[in-house]
């Protein structure tokens, strides 16, 4: 989905908005033509706009971002090998930044403007920025302590009226971790407790006092959906449905039979201008965003059985999942996943840890990624293998490759960049270097496939957001400062 997709659906909220007032203004006004009782009471012309607040089509986003791109600089880097996400390998390349954005890519040929900066990069890689699909740092972050851990609203099995938003913590040291790591661009999530957790956010991973100042401008939100264990142990054990698997599916089906009521009544009202307007209600509000397509829908599913039983789900009221998160199994359904446009988002190690996990094997992205049209995607889930990503997609591209499957490492990269931004609909913005698109950029000390590979300088909107030889450019979170160890350099060989 374009990010633009958002500021379309502003325009339809609006333009129907009016549209129903115009309607009940035609349908107030007091003819003045030949045959009008003269004595008639005059009627309203218009209808009174809602108070604020009570209509979601006056105020679509009522959090905008306020970000604001860090200066950057016009930059030319040269003589790298580069990655582009799109299926290229460039040996001895040119990526040029020009105004925040990806001027030029190509070969030792491709020029150089005049007046930038030239970063010589010999000996070293070039890819997009990482996308982290699946993060809670801001919402679980360090230090996890009960008073910071705002991921889950753990009070109902619908929650669709929360957002992972409002409760991030700009100040998270684990945003500054995983920058060192190559991460320009987080999906934040609440978690899964819940079989609707609520809304999901997308940020830019650069320092700021507020959320806002880290939102992703014109990236869709999604919606966080969850199978399995979670739901049906966390209610259970309360002795409240869902506790089993036929309680998810019937929580499901209820909530979005609810949703499509609610969509119908605002529809309804909006065409005719008739009557009172339905109550605003957040939970269906969320809902009615992912039957009308502008919420993704990001669903925690790890077996095959129950994916195929979300998308008949789906299909059975009128919505579609953009991705399926942990898949575990996607392998099993590989081809179905690719026919239907659904991203399989995994891990490659992390297997065994509950009976749902039990069948993941480390060849799962390689064989989600097999047929045309899929869309395999690495992601962390934790604060600590956001730092390497990249680590964790070369194991998963070491295990296609002994399992037969022949994979370059040129495409291997679009599981944490261009694949990635597929799976939470910023595709047209970020996610590979091709001009026009944000630049967001890391230079590797090696291969990036190279366990001893290291993000040298990391771009975000063509500013060095990172560069481990300048200190002025290794930002600290505001909670860091004065904490024991702060300022301190490592000692090297004894020294001190």
């Given at each position: 989905m374009s990010v633009h997709r958002r500021a379309g659906l502003r325009a339809r909220l609006l333009g129907a908005a009016a549209l129903g007032l115009s309607l009940a203004g035609l349908a107030g006004c007091a003819t003045t033509g030949a045959g009008a009782d003269p004595a008639a009471p005059a009627a309203t012309a218009e209808r009174e706009p809602l108070a604020r607040g009570l209509d979601v089509a006056a105020n679509p986003d009522p959090y905008p971002s306020t970000y604001q791109p860090l200066p950057a600089e016009d930059v030319a880097i040269v003589g790298a090998t580069v990655f582009t996400a799109t299926g290229q390998r460039i040996e001895n390349g040119v990526v040029v930044l020009t105004g925040g954005r990806i001027a030029a890519v190509g070969g030792a040929q491709t020029p150089v403007p005049a007046g930038h900066r030239v970063i010589d990069a010999r000996g070293r890689f070039v890819t997009p920025g990482i996308i982290d699909t699946h993060s809670h740092l801001g919402v679980y972050p360090s230090p996890g302590v009960q008073g910071m851990s705002d991921g889950n609203e753990a009070t109902s099995p619908n929650t669709a009226q929360v957002w992972a938003e409002h409760a991030i913590w700009p100040q998270d040291p684990g945003f500054n971790r995983a920058r060192e790591g190559g991460v320009t661009t987080l999906q934040i999530l609440p978690g899964s407790a819940n079989l609707v957790g609520g809304r999901a956010v997308t940020v830019r991973n650069v320092?700021?006092?507020?959320?806002?100042?880290?939102?992703?401008?014109?990236?869709?939100?999604?919606?966080?959906?969850?199978?399995?264990?979670?739901?049906?142990?966390?209610?259970?054990?309360?002795?409240?449905?869902?506790?089993?698997?036929?309680?998810?599916?019937?929580?499901?089906?209820?909530?979005?039979?609810?949703?499509?009521?609610?969509?119908?009544?605002?529809?309804?009202?909006?065409?005719?201008?008739?009557?009172n307007p339905p109550t605003r209600n957040l939970q269906l509000e969320t809902l009615t965003g992912v039957l009308d397509g502008t919420i993704l829908v990001q669903n925690h599913c790890y077996r095959a059985d129950e994916m195929a039983l979300m998308?008949?789900?789906?299909?059975?009221?009128?919505?579609?999942?953009?991705?399926?998160?942990?898949?575990?199994?996607?392998?099993?359904?590989?081809?179905?996943?690719?026919?239907?446009?659904?991203?399989?988002?995994?891990?490659?190690?992390?297997?065994?840890?509950?009976?749902?996990?039990?069948?993941?094997?480390?060849?799962?992205?390689?064989?989600?990624?097999?047929?045309?049209?899929?869309?395999?995607?690495?992601?962390?889930?934790?604060?600590?293998?956001?730092?390497?990503?990249?680590?964790?997609?070369?194991?998963?591209?070491?295990?296609?490759?002994?399992?037969?499957?022949?994979?370059?490492?040129?495409?291997?990269?679009?599981?944490?960049?261009?694949?990635?931004?597929?799976?939470?609909?910023?595709?047209?913005?970020?996610?590979?270097?091709?001009?026009?698109?944000?630049?967001?950029?890391?230079?590797?000390?090696?291969?990036?496939?190279?366990?001893?590979?290291?993000?040298?300088?990391?771009?975000?909107?063509?500013?060095?957001?990172?560069?481990?030889?300048?200190?002025?450019?290794?930002?600290?979170?505001?909670?860091?400062?004065?904490?024991?160890?702060?300022?301190?350099?490592?000692?090297?060989?004894g020294a001190r």
């Open positions: 320092p700021a006092v507020t959320m806002q100042g880290m939102k992703f401008p014109g990236a869709p939100y999604g919606v966080k959906m969850a199978c399995g264990e979670n739901p049906s142990r966390v209610y259970g054990s309360r002795n409240q449905s869902p506790a089993t698997g036929m309680g998810n599916m019937a929580g499901y089906r209820a909530a979005f039979i609810a949703a499509r009521e609610y969509k119908a009544r605002w529809d309804a009202w909006r065409e005719s201008g008739e009557g998308l008949d789900l789906a299909e059975e009221f009128g919505f579609r999942i953009t991705a399926f998160h942990h898949a575990s199994e996607a392998y099993k359904i590989a081809p179905r996943l690719a026919r239907e446009g659904v991203c399989a988002l995994t891990w490659t190690g992390w297997w065994g840890f509950k009976m749902e996990s039990l069948d993941g094997i480390e060849e799962n992205a390689a064989l989600v990624d097999a047929p045309e049209g899929s869309c395999a995607v690495i992601h962390s889930d934790d604060a600590i293998l956001t730092q390497r990503l990249n680590q964790e997609t070369a194991a998963a591209l070491a295990a296609g490759r002994r399992a037969g499957m022949d994979i370059a490492e040129e495409h291997a990269i679009s599981w944490i960049t261009s694949n990635a931004a597929r799976a939470i609909g910023i595709a047209d913005e970020t996610g590979s270097l091709e001009p026009g698109k944000r630049a967001d950029v890391v230079i590797w000390s090696a291969n990036p496939f190279s366990i001893y590979a290291r993000a040298d300088q990391v771009f975000i909107d063509g500013a060095i957001a990172f560069d481990r030889t300048d200190p002025r450019r290794q930002p600290a979170s505001d909670f860091e400062l004065g904490q024991p160890g702060y300022g301190l350099t490592p000692a090297i060989g």
